[in-house]
């Protein structure tokens, strides 16, 4: 495959393991995903969709299930390369990131902030060293992130301008109460940094089972308007977003959303930033 070539990449899916026992979130109550997902799984819906790669995502908050999926990734031909878990706050935090790095499959981290209960965790200025060692090793910090993380992770961006930052799934709208408006703003503060980018992922979730194109559209105009189509990644969220939809109706749905968008635009959406921002600065393509 030629390096030139653009890529079709899915940015955000899971594989997990149950016994492993480090998922600490995935209980019987999520009933049809609490089960093993496994690249064979995957495969066909990645094929019959026309995507190349993906970018595999931590699902436990533990290095262990990270050298997990990077022994996946070594493995499974369509797994680019994988956003994985670091203790940041260790105090041999720089360390872990460099370890961590040394595989090229990593091409980011992840910790879990919406699970954290200080909304300020992401300001502490003991997780600074984490975030030298991840702009020294050219990585990606991936921002799992609510509305009311979002002024921590304003101060993380002042203080780290280096560090290039991807919004995971729009920053969770909360679309079931549909009180978007600090919401809105939020999206705004962070969109006027250049160094980050955001998930067209994980929306379907937010929005509940009786979600549709008109419960969805609001909040995908914001983030074009906001971050513009170049600074937007397409995320399938495989499997959670099972809960709410297909992968085939969330494939759908986002390319609908996007009707506007040149081909040009739509084709960054859909593969070329991901390619340039996780996968470039590794060497992964």
Avoid at 27 to 35: F, M, Q, S, V
Avoid at 90 to 114: E, I, S
Avoid at 183 to 190: N, T
Wanted: net charge negative; proline share 7%; with cysteine.
């Amino acid at each position: 495959m030629s390096e030139a070539r653009l890529l079709r990449i899915d940015a955000h899916q899971h594989l997990w393991q149950i016994a492993r026992g480090d998922y600490g979130w995935l209980t019987p109550a999520l009933g049809p995903i609490h089960r093993d997902f496994a690249p064979e799984d995957l495969a066909p819906l990645l094929a019959s969709h026309g995507i190349d790669r993906t970018i595999l995502v931590q699902a436990a908050p533990t290095e262990a299930e990270t050298r997990f999926l990077l022994a996946i990734a070594a493995e499974t031909p369509f797994v680019a390369g994988v956003v994985g878990w670091a203790d940041f706050e260790a105090p041999d935090a720089p360390a872990r990131v460099a370890a961590l790095a040394a595989d090229p499959l990593l091409v980011g981290l992840r910790p879990m902030v919406q699970d954290i209960p200080d909304l300020a965790f992401l300001a502490r200025d003991s997780l600074a060293p984490a975030f030298a060692a991840m702009v020294a090793h050219g990585l990606v910090f991936d921002a799992l992130i609510k509305t009311p993380h979002i002024p921590a992770t304003l101060a993380l961006l002042a203080r780290e301008p280096r560090l290039t930052v991807v919004i995971d799934h729009g920053a969770k709208p909360d679309l079931v109460a549909d009180d978007l408006a600090a919401w809105r703003e939020g999206i705004m503060a962070l969109a006027a940094h250049p160094g980050t980018f955001c998930k067209l992922s994980g929306l379907v979730t937010e929005a509940g089972p009786g979600w549709s194109l008109d419960t969805l559209h609001p909040v995908v105009d914001h983030l074009l308007m906001t971050f513009g189509p170049d600074r937007l990644i397409f995320g399938s969220d495989w499997p959670v977003v099972t809960l709410r939809a297909s992968y085939e109706r969330w494939f759908d749905a986002a390319q609908t959303l996007l009707d506007g968008c040149s081909e040009a635009q739509r084709a960054a959406i859909f593969g070329g930033t991901a390619q340039r921002v996780y996968l470039a600065r590794r060497g992964r393509l």
